[in-house]
């Protein structure tokens, strides 16, 4: 099964991206223990502070998926569910570079 | 001086996906001696094998423009013009996560 990776582009309710980026950050931080999650780097755009953008590299989809089933995944899940006006998943077919094992 | 952060979203000519991703690639390969390059990973959108995506992330601004500059990326660049249909940066400031040192 080949690598999967994505950008999470988020666009907050206004006035709301640092707080969602904050429940990214906790994302992040459940992910540390997450043998399959190789990259989850929560960003912010430079043009607009209510977009925020979600680097990710995992094993296989599969991990990605389990993650998101999980339980603190979902209570994070259902944290930022308000304070999001839209999701738009970039899907992606990484290649290799360097950071990419 | 913060980390910089950003995606280059590429449009290759109709046809020359895979062939600025290989020119891409190369770019990669020369950041690997590159200290402040901390990612530099290829991808091909999965809706689109004529959108290539980088995702990129330096010690600070001046690491990535000093890169930019040096004869071996710009002769890439050069090779890489005539196949590049549009280039669209996303810039991003990097708040943390797993993967960001």
Request: aromatic share 8%.
């Amino acid at each position: 099964m080949s690598k999967f990776a994505m950008y999470g582009k988020f666009k907050a309710q206004p006035g709301q991206g640092d707080a969602l980026a904050g429940i990214l950050l906790e994302a992040a931080e459940q992910s540390e223990s997450v043998a399959g999650c190789e990259l989850y780097i929560v960003n912010v755009s430079e043009e607009d502070s209510d977009t925020i953008w979600v680097t990710e590299l995992w094993s296989d989809a599969e991990a990605h998926d389990a993650f998101l089933r999980n339980e603190d995944a979902q209570a994070l899940i259902g944290r930022a569910r308000p304070l999001i006006a839209g999701v738009e998943p970039v899907k992606l077919r990484p290649l290799g570079g360097k950071g990419f094992r």
